[in-house]
């Protein structure tokens, strides 16, 4: 049995393997958002403009996705394509990535996925929306996310807008403060909750500068503190949604869920395609914001991780 890593099931795009061959910054990107995030056409132009932004910002996407029996680092316009029209797209997290590559499946990677998948391709960045978490009743139902347990283990730099006003956020922040996740906010104190801002919790530390920022995270990982670092970027004031009004929503749609019977991995796309529906698309214009934010500040990151920033600005 083997213990190390093979990444013989990895395939670069032509573009990622030229940017690390070249010692460039690469930027990894989950595909659940393209896949069970956002319906069709937004998904996958939000895709493209997304790479696009970290293109002209001096850094190289890496939309991560299982294919075929491979581990896709870096996807072309068709692959993408394919993915966000595809209605039998398997969510991949840690516990779904052998099965899919095994069976030849189409897969989406999540943020659990995307940071496995992007430490094998040697990638220390990655950006998503939001993270996943310790879900709401989870006293009850144990729903926690896989993706706490990956940020505890693999040692990769996670750009997001805090974790999804869907979840506790509270809980949420212990779990990764018992397994020493160091959780950094951007522009504010206090940590994001996705639509909105300010989730009404803290961060650990507060690190605007990026050059900064990747001072913090090499310092851990030099010092073999294994697990990756949370960076917190609240979405743009403009496409921020009322707090009032998002929790409300967010209450009616858990209880359609639960009435529903929805359970697991199914409950975020739900309850997401439940907001869009009930806002009447406000919250699907928010998340594409935030996304894109998010993006500037990983390929902000990247590059000082890559100490470039200062002859890319």
Known sequence: MTTRPD??????SAPVAAAQADGRPVVALESTIIAHGMPWPQNVR????????????GAEPATIAVMDGRIRIGLDDAELERLGR??????VSRRDLPFVLAQGGLGATTVAGTMICAALAGIE?????G????HRGALETFDISADLQELARTSVAVVCAGAKSILDIGLTLEYLETHGVPVIACGQDHFAAFYTRNSGHRADFRIDDAAEQARFIRSKWDLGLAGGVVLSVPVPEAAAMPQQEIDALTQQALAEARAQGVIGKAVTPFLLARLEALTGGRSLATNIALVKNNAAAGARLALALAGTLSRAS
Do not use: C, Y
């Open 7 to 12: 990444s013989s099931w990895l395939v670069r």
């Open 46 to 57: 939000t895709a493209r403009e997304v790479e696009a932004l970290i293109r002209d910002m």
């Open 86 to 91: 595809s209605d039998q797209v398997h969510k």
């Open 125 to 129: 960045v990655f950006v998503t929306g």
């Open 131 to 134: 993270i996943g978490g310790v």
